[in-house]
């Protein structure tokens, strides 16, 4: 059983930065691949970007490529989503999750799930 807990959400400016993190309970942590996804007021859930065990390869949404960067720390069990040049369309309730298959988690097919952590971009 892993357990995920995200923080680092809130509220910031139009082009200001946040860094999400997800915690994750467990010692298998380093055995999962991970990601971060969105879901906007009255919109689908939508994949923004994932990692694989080892921080190796990485994989961005179009809509967020070249502003956020995903990376993990295995010795401290967590995932970071480092989020820059924030647009108030990145408005969203953020997910993290993990999933023992890293393609699986492109088509939002996870083993575990976050609670989810608001960031709003508003001026």
């Known amino acids: 059983q892993v357990q995920l807990v995200e923080s680092g959400g809130g509220l910031v400016q139009p082009g200001g930065s946040l860094r999400l993190s997800c915690a994750a309970s467990?010692?298998?942590?380093?055995?999962?691949?991970m990601g971060w996804f969105r879901q906007a007021p009255g919109k689908a859930r939508k994949f923004v970007s994932i990692?694989?065990?080892?921080?190796?390869?990485?994989y961005y949404a179009d809509s967020v490529k070249g502003r956020f960067t995903i990376s993990r720390d295995n010795a401290k069990n967590t995932v970071y989503l480092e989020m820059n040049s924030l647009k108030p369309e990145d408005t969203a309730v953020y997910f993290c999750?993990?999933?023992?298959?890293?393609?699986?988690?492109?088509?939002?097919?996870?083993?575990?799930w976050g609670q989810g952590i608001q960031v709003t971009v508003s001026s």
């Open positions: 999750a993990a999933a023992a298959l890293y393609t699986a988690l492109i088509g939002q097919s996870a083993d575990y």
């Open positions: 467990g010692r298998t942590f380093s055995s999962y691949a």
């Open positions: 990692i694989n065990w080892d921080g190796g390869r990485t």
